[in-house]
């Protein structure tokens, strides 16, 4: 049976969720906006003894699923074409498992080792939290954001920010910021870093490694994971000691 989350589910969800990325996408979203939202919304599927098997959180149609072996995906299938889902992000076996070929798929890595306290930034100064504005603007510098994105970016970003659901950080010249790193899904026990960029005129000098150091210190002890698109960015998140640790994927609607 699937249904919406109540209140009282919320501490069995975050137990069902932890230790996934993509469980923590979805605790994440709910720990930022809570259950009253109409474009915020979570939903369970339990089986008959009443134990969870797959959560399902859905932000204006952008969703995401993590279940575990004995879900009924025959039964998640049909709700999630009937709930108006857009995009779906889940496991890739997951996806493959219910609709085959995922139209996006990438490695996953996480990051649970003790790091150094001291992070250098090669002559930069390292700032925590970068200006929501001052970071969609590098994003787009980077090619990683499009000006047409701004409003849902800004929007969702600053509700996370403010209700402490994010966290953000930033290697500044001169008050400019140059290379950036951003948590936007955080948990007791996990988070899952995104937005992480350095500008054209400043890479090879080590600023994006050091964003990403130093947001991980801020995120300890929680496991850390990151959803890599392409060989480069699993090659870089290795040299920062991340570990695979599975395949996400994503699909069209």
Request: proline share 4%; aromatic share 8%; hydrophobic share 45%.
């Amino acid at each position: 049976m699937i249904r919406l989350v109540t209140e009282k589910e919320l501490p069995l969800l975050e137990r069902f969720c932890e230790g996934s990325p993509f469980g923590c996408k979805i605790a994440g979203l709910q720990r930022a906006y809570g259950l009253l939202l109409p474009f915020a919304r979570f939903w369970v599927q339990t089986d008959e003894h009443g134990k969870i098997t797959a959560a399902v959180s859905s932000l204006d149609g952008a969703s995401v699923l993590h279940l575990k072996s004995t879900a009924d995906g025959d039964e998640l299938k049909e709700f999630l074409s009937a709930a108006g889902c857009r995009t779906l992000l889940c496991g890739e076996s997951a996806a493959h498992a219910l609709y085959g070929a995922p139209n996006r798929a990438g490695e996953v890595f996480v990051c649970s080792a003790d790091l150094e306290e001291s992070v250098t930034a090669g002559g930069a100064k390292l700032l925590e939290e970068v200006p929501v504005r001052a970071l969609f603007s590098l994003l787009c510098e980077c090619g990683e954001q499009r000006a047409g994105q701004f409003e849902p970016f800004y929007l969702d970003v600053s509700h996370r920010v403010r209700h402490g659901a994010c966290l953000t950080q930033g290697a500044y010249f001169s008050d400019r910021p140059v290379a950036c790193a951003m948590a936007g899904s955080i948990t007791k026990t996990d988070a899952v870093l995104s937005a992480v960029a350095v500008h054209p005129d400043f890479r090879r000098r080590g600023l994006g490694g050091a964003v990403v150091r130093a947001l991980l210190l801020r995120l300890s002890p929680r496991a850390v994971y990151v959803l890599c698109e392409n060989e480069r960015a699993a090659l870089f998140y290795r040299s920062l000691s991340f570990s695979p640790a599975g395949r996400w994927a994503e699909l069209d609607f």
